[in-house]
């Protein structure tokens, strides 16, 4: 692999070395008396600095750990305390226990779950207390507003009904107002969104239980509410042709037909990728490519190739194609190799890889290294320049869509054959830094120099699975991220 000469090499080089291990919150649920948390891989107790701080009418617990949280700041609310979960710094989560008075609790490790629970001081008490009150009582916590589209999206501690949003609308001369009202507490404060020059849409705490967006504008609107799986979608649908401004009604959801995926085969032509005899990268990931791109298509995908046969292209022409296009989503497909004989014995296993600024001091090397042995594409994308462009909401989408992929393909592939999980890694690829505005992330499908997964990797029913659970991952991120 180190033999063959392009932009890609140092791609391939960074994914064969760059194995410092991220670890990863995939996923935070409450439970009995506390949370539990998935991780991307194991933690023990020793990785975990534990504070305590004491208040005579105030107790803190904090726990901090090297992880990044995938999602946004979650807080559970319990009878007796409260207990968040954020990303402290960009290295390190936190978890906090808050209560009135101190209670006692626990820690639990049980492979890549972690458990922190805290002991009620009244069991029986609050047990019963928690039968009846639950769902009735619990309060809804709206922890992120991002815009999306014609809207916002809001993401909540808990699901919310449709039913329970109040909406009304208003007139005044030329301008028109539409109220929607819902019980929830607001934790990012107050926010703004300018939809188009003349449509804005705020959310503000209206009162300590209401939470209220409002949407102004020279238009009649109708809007669009959709909840699901912890989120609020509220958007606008349309705008009103008729003169009365009346009530508004709500649109089921948007499908997410029509979105744009570019799906990027990496190498081609002259470069051949990785290579095992007669088995060549570029061959098993234009093929691969095709049969995601088909996968998408029948759920109603818009797709493109950056190849869609064997011709060599360059990096940066490969994510013109896809801003060109407009697309939504940018996916580059690769097959791995040892870095030597060695270790082709040992090494195989699916990775998703998403772009980010390099963090530690070695991969700092390894890119700096690598930027010499192709100087004109390192001239092109100025390292400052690609760090200062990579905006932190285009690494949480990456970040995003690399789990669902991950994910999904691991699911379908174990149905079949027993695959390694390389698990989500991050990483500064410059054929990722292209794509504009929209998620991108490298796929390493498997390693072509494994004797086992080689063998995989060629057979056309393997790649089947492949294209399925990548495509099926592919559409729970959109599903996921409307
Ligand atoms: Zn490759």
């Known amino acids: 692999m180190a033999k063959i000469l392009s932009p890609f090499l140092f791609i391939l080089f960074a994914l064969n070395i760059l194995k410092a291990d991220t670890l990863f919150v995939l996923d935070t649920k409450k439970i009995q008396n506390g949370i539990e948390l998935s991780l991307s891989s194991n933690i023990n107790k020793s990785d975990l600095k534990i504070s305590e701080l004491k208040d005579k009418n105030s107790y803190r617990k904090i726990i901090d750990f090297e992880a990044t949280l995938e999602g946004i700041r979650t807080n559970y609310d319990f009878d007796e305390a409260k207990i968040s979960i954020a990303q402290f710094n960009p290295k390190t989560t936190r978890l906090v226990l808050s209560a009135d008075k101190e209670l006692e609790s626990d820690l639990s490790f049980d492979k890549k779950t972690l458990r922190f629970t805290f002991k009620s001081s009244d069991n029986k008490a609050s047990k019963e207390k928690k039968v009846s009150s639950s769902k009735t009582n619990s309060k809804i916590y ?23 949003l109040k909406e009304f609308s208003m007139k005044n001369k030329n301008s028109y107002r539409t109220v929607i009202n819902f019980k929830a507490i607001l934790d990012t404060g107050r926010k703004k969104f300018d939809l188009d020059k003349n449509t804005q849409i705020v959310i503000l705490q209206y009162n300590p239980s209401i939470a209220r967006v409002v949407i102004n504008s020279n238009k009649k609107i109708n809007t669009n509410k959709i909840a699901k799986d912890k989120e609020l979608f509220i958007g606008l649908d349309g705008v009103k042709t008729d003169d009365d401004f009346e009530p508004v009604t709500t649109k089921k959801v948007q499908s997410n ?40 298509k029948k759920k109603g995908y818009k797709v493109y190739y950056t190849r869609a046969n064997d011709r060599f292209i360059n990096l940066r022409d490969r994510t013109k194609i896809a801003n060109d296009k407009k697309a939504n989503m940018f996916i580059s497909i690769h097959a791995n190799a040892s ?3 060695k270790a082709a014995a040992s090494m195989h296993g699916f990775e998703t890889f998403f772009l980010s600024p ?19 594409e390192a001239n092109y994308f100025s390292k400052q320049n690609f760090l200062h462009s990579l905006s932190r909401e285009k690494i949480i989408a990456s970040n995003r869509l690399a789990i669902d992929i991950q994910r999904h393909t691991l699911s379908v592939l174990n149905k079949k054959y027993k695959v390694n999980d390389g698990g989500v890694r991050e990483a500064p690829f410059w054929v990722l830094v292209g794509a504009q505005d929209m998620p991108a992330v490298l796929v390493e499908v498997g390693y072509i120099t494994h004797p086992v997964e080689s063998k995989r990797l060629a057979n056309k029913s393997y790649q089947d699975l492949l294209a399925e659970g990548i495509a099926n991952g592919i559409q729970s991120y959109f599903y996921n991220n409307r």
Request: a negative charge.
């Open 339 to 341: 870095p030597n004989k």
């Open 358 to 376: 390099a963090r530690s001091e070695r991969s700092k090397e390894i890119a700096e290294k690598e930027n010499q042995s192709d100087l004109e």
């Open 142 to 164: 709206i922890t992120d507003v991002s815009r999306y589209d014609s809207g916002i999206t809001m993401k909540l501690s808990d699901d919310i009904n449709e039913d329970d």
């Open 257 to 296: 037909k029509g979105k744009i995926v570019v799906i990027d085969a990496g190498h081609g032509g002259k470069d051949g990728g990785a290579i095992n005899g007669k088995l060549l990268e570029k061959n098993i990931v234009l093929s691969l490519a095709l049969k995601i791109g088909d996968e998408l």
